[in-house]
């Protein structure tokens, strides 16, 4: 069989964090049930040729009549909300990467092994192949040859080079920017290949291109991007093209005639039908009216219960981190910037009551049964520290911390400031939590928090909006930018390689302003030892010394509490038992496969 070069997850890190590229093989993804985000894995594999076999000896393949049925068809994907964009630098929800990936190719991949893979690079690059310089400064990508756009026109190196150019331009609009800033310049000496110079290293250089490459002939000018019409009906590179987007109702997606996997996708057609409710999204699947079903929201029993022989819900360990931002500054004072402090979490003694006030474990075992405890944001992957939470649920300790902080109760049982740090006398204990619509889990965590807090005196309510408003930009006046939000929750995400994430998230110098709109310090959180740890991680290709920066990191984080973590939610989704071909992927999409999606009559 044909092998593809592969990074294991030990060789990945050791490639990401610099220390030397190693590169192995391994065959092609099973084709076995999965469903979640990635990118596309590079190639398919020749088939091996066929082992001799008696001629009374029924061999396993299907026959010829029954493979044929599997080719072609359309499966609709429903989704609870549509996405902004198709451009995954202009809009970073999840719910855009969900849809995108089924249009979008990029250099690499990561797959459901965890190991990037080439997809539009012809291989990865490496110290060994000279694709990596000896000082980590420069790197080159070779294209595969012969790639197309989907109307047919040459898919270059130019192509590479204009994507920097659109994503690092300042007035772009482009938020997922990481990496970007610390290119230099970019060569392209021939067709099929871009010469790659930082200025600095750069952890996360193989997934610099992951999120899908821009058509210098086909976008628009780079200060222009935010209204391409490319960002709604994409020339693509991926296996399927829009062909039609009803706003509100679905959006329509054919077969790439240039895709640059020849034979694939094996399906004709895909449509994304936008269901925001939980009852009619199930109630499609019984009934077969939709093949896969993007974050069900339900226990698997149950689940696989209702939808007994249409579907089964498909479900692997995820990435998903559900947790609370506490905003650390004054809210809606036209400033987004770190002072003055919030009036009332400004003070840790009452962010430390919040934390013991809530019963982590009948979140775990009763409010959403099967998630898995979360205590910081390094819960899982190479980069994973074992951090104890450091403020257990204690409603006693809760009580005090907050007597002690100057918040006494109130008659109607809630505590009003009389000598707080930060609030006027009288100032009422109520803090608004938002996160985002059509997610019954989120909802149910939501309501259990705020009964919590009532026992000891905090008034919690409950504003939930779109993906849109919760995710926007800093133009948009998202809340999480503005600073304009008391606490937000949500859950997110680390990449294999966390770096820029991490310092986009946590370093003082990333609280998002008019000179810094991609930043995401959504806390204002500014500490120096975290900075410090911060900048530890991001200077050597040290993989222990990286790892106990990060833990360094995550024990600040559950000292101070910018943020408060509960649990990982599993990865998965509903699928049509007719659909064969997917895999659910971790670090992926749920389309980052979706060209070896089959489906059966």
Same mark, same amino acid.
């Given at each position: 069989?044909?092998?593809?070069?592969?990074?294991?997850?030990?060789?990945?890190?050791?490639?990401?964090?610099?220390?030397?590229?190693?590169?192995? #093989?391994?065959?092609?993804?099973?084709?076995?049930?999965?469903?979640?985000?990635?990118?596309?894995?590079?190639?398919?594999?020749?088939?091996?040729?066929?082992?001799?076999?008696?001629?009374?000896?029924?061999?396993?393949?299907?026959?010829?009549?029954?493979?044929?049925?599997?080719? %072609? @068809?359309?499966? $609709?994907?429903?989704?609870?909300?549509?996405?902004?964009?198709?451009?995954?630098?202009?809009?970073?929800?999840?719910?855009?990467?969900?849809?995108?990936?089924?249009?979008?190719?990029?250099?690499?991949?990561?797959?459901?092994?965890?190991?990037?893979?080439?997809?539009?690079?012809?291989?990865?690059?490496?110290?060994?192949?000279?694709?990596?310089?000896?000082?980590?400064?420069?790197?080159?990508?070779?294209?595969?040859?012969?790639?197309?756009?989907?109307? %047919?026109?040459?898919?270059?190196?130019?192509?590479?080079?204009?994507?920097?150019?659109?994503?690092?331009?300042?007035?772009?609009?482009?938020?997922?920017?990481?990496?970007?800033?610390?290119?230099?310049?970019?060569?392209?000496?021939?067709?099929?290949?871009?010469?790659?110079?930082?200025?600095?290293?750069?952890?996360?250089?193989?997934?610099?291109?992951?999120?899908?490459?821009?058509?210098?002939?086909?976008?628009?000018?780079?200060?222009?991007?935010?209204? +391409?019409?490319?960002?709604?009906?994409?020339?693509?590179?991926?296996?399927? $093209? $829009?062909?039609?987007?009803?706003?509100?109702?679905?959006?329509?997606?054919?077969?790439?005639?240039?895709?640059?996997?020849?034979?694939?996708?094996?399906?004709? /057609?895909?449509?994304?039908?936008?269901?925001?409710?939980? @009852?009619?999204?199930?109630?499609?699947?019984?009934?077969?009216?939709?093949?896969?079903?993007? +974050?069900?929201?339900?226990?698997?029993?149950?689940?696989?219960?209702?939808?007994? @022989?249409?579907?089964?819900?498909?479900?692997?360990?995820?990435?998903?981190?559900?947790?609370?931002?506490?905003?650390?500054?004054?809210?809606?004072?036209?400033?987004?910037?770190?002072?003055?402090?919030?009036?009332?979490?400004?003070?840790? /003694?009452?962010?430390?009551?919040?934390?013991?006030?809530?019963?982590?474990?009948?979140?775990?075992?009763?409010?959403?049964?099967? $998630?898995?405890?979360?205590?910081?944001?390094?819960?899982?992957? +190479?980069?994973? #520290?074992?951090?104890?939470?450091?403020?257990?649920?204690?409603?006693?300790?809760?009580?005090?911390?907050?007597?002690?902080?100057? +918040?006494?109760?109130?008659?109607?049982?809630?505590?009003?400031?009389?000598?707080?740090?930060?609030?006027?006398?009288?100032?009422?204990?109520?803090?608004?939590?938002?996160?985002?619509?059509?997610?019954?889990?989120?909802?149910?965590?939501?309501?259990?928090?705020?009964?919590?807090?009532?026992?000891?005196?905090?008034?919690?309510?409950?504003?939930?909006?779109?993906?849109?408003?919760?995710?926007?930009?800093?133009?948009?006046?998202?809340?999480?930018?503005?600073?304009?939000?008391?606490?937000?929750?949500?859950?997110? /995400?680390?990449?294999?390689?966390?770096?820029?994430?991490?310092?986009?998230?946590?370093?003082?110098?990333?609280?998002?302003?008019?000179?810094?709109?991609? @930043?995401?310090?959504?806390?204002?959180?500014?500490?120096?030892?975290?900075?410090?740890?911060?900048?530890?991680?991001?200077?050597?290709?040290?993989?222990?010394? /990286?790892?106990?920066?990060? #833990?360094?990191?995550?024990?600040?984080?559950?000292?101070?509490?910018?943020?408060?973590?509960?649990?990982?939610?599993?990865?998965?989704?509903?699928?049509?038992?007719?659909?064969? %071909?997917?895999?659910?992927?971790?670090?992926?999409?749920?389309?980052?496969?979706?060209?070896?999606?089959?489906?059966?009559?």
């Amino acid at each position: 069989m044909k092998k593809r070069s592969t990074f294991t997850l030990v060789a990945l890190v050791a490639l990401l964090t610099l220390a030397i590229a190693l590169a192995g #093989c391994a065959t092609a993804a099973p084709a076995a049930p999965a469903q979640q985000p990635a990118e596309q894995p590079a190639e398919q594999p020749a088939e091996e040729p066929a082992a001799e076999t008696p001629a009374e000896e029924p061999t396993e393949e299907a026959p010829a009549e029954e493979a044929a049925s599997m080719e %072609g @068809g359309t499966a $609709v994907l429903i989704i609870p909300e549509e996405p902004a964009s198709f451009n995954q630098y202009l809009a970073v929800a999840a719910i855009v990467r969900q849809v995108s990936d089924a249009t979008t190719a990029g250099l690499t991949t990561v797959n459901a092994a965890g190991e990037f893979v080439p997809v539009l690079a012809d291989e990865l690059p490496t110290i060994e192949n000279g694709g990596v310089s000896e000082d980590f400064l420069t790197i080159t990508w070779k294209l595969k040859p012969d790639l197309k756009w989907s109307d %047919g026109e040459p898919l270059t190196s130019d192509d590479i080079k204009f994507t920097w150019e659109a994503v690092s331009n300042p007035d772009s609009g482009a938020v997922l920017t990481t990496g970007f800033d610390l290119i230099e310049s970019i060569e392209t000496p021939d067709e099929l290949t871009a010469v790659v110079k930082y200025s600095d290293i750069n952890m996360a250089y193989l997934q610099q291109f992951a999120f899908g490459l821009l058509p210098r002939h086909a976008a628009g000018a780079p200060e222009e991007m935010s209204t +391409w019409e490319w960002n709604r009906l994409p020339v693509s590179a991926g296996p399927f $093209v $829009v062909t039609d987007w009803v706003s509100g109702d679905s959006i329509t997606m054919e077969r790439n005639p240039n895709y640059y996997q020849e034979g694939l996708p094996h399906l004709d /057609r895909v449509i994304f039908k936008v269901v925001p409710d939980p @009852g009619a999204q199930m109630a499609m699947m019984i009934q077969g009216e939709a093949d896969v079903h993007l +974050w069900p929201g339900a226990e698997k029993d149950i689940y696989d219960s209702q939808a007994e @022989g249409v579907a089964t819900l498909q479900e692997i360990p995820g990435p998903w981190n559900m947790a609370m931002r506490f905003n650390l500054s004054q809210p809606f004072d036209n400033d987004t910037g770190p002072e003055p402090p919030h009036p009332i979490l400004g003070d840790l /003694r009452v962010r430390q009551a919040i934390a013991h006030a809530i019963d982590y474990d009948t979140i775990i075992n009763d409010v959403n049964p099967g $998630v898995s405890p979360a205590t910081s944001p390094f819960a899982y992957g +190479w980069f994973a #520290c074992d951090i104890p939470r450091k403020y257990e649920y204690d409603p006693e300790k809760a009580n005090a911390l907050l007597e002690e902080a100057g +918040w006494v109760m109130g008659d109607d049982g809630i505590r009003v400031a009389q000598g707080a740090e930060y609030a006027e006398d009288g100032t009422r204990l109520s803090l608004q939590i938002e996160g985002y619509t059509n997610f019954q889990p989120l909802q149910k965590l939501e309501e259990f928090i705020v009964e919590n807090w009532k026992a000891v005196g905090i008034e919690g309510q409950i504003q939930n909006d779109d993906f849109s408003i919760i995710f926007g930009s800093l133009a948009d006046g998202a809340p999480r930018k503005t600073g304009n939000f008391d606490a937000v929750i949500y859950d997110s /995400r680390f990449d294999l390689e966390p770096q820029a994430t991490v310092k986009a998230l946590f370093h003082s110098t990333e609280i998002p302003s008019e000179d810094n709109p991609a @930043g995401a310090n959504y806390s204002r959180w500014v500490n120096a030892d975290a900075d410090a740890a911060i900048e530890m991680a991001g200077s050597t290709v040290d993989v222990d010394t /990286r790892k106990a920066a990060y #833990c360094d990191l995550g024990e600040l984080i559950a000292d101070e509490l910018p943020q408060l973590h509960f649990y990982l939610f599993t990865e998965g989704y509903g699928a049509s038992d007719k659909l064969s %071909g997917y895999e659910v992927n971790m670090w992926g999409s749920l389309s980052w496969d979706i060209q070896n999606w089959m489906k059966s009559e």
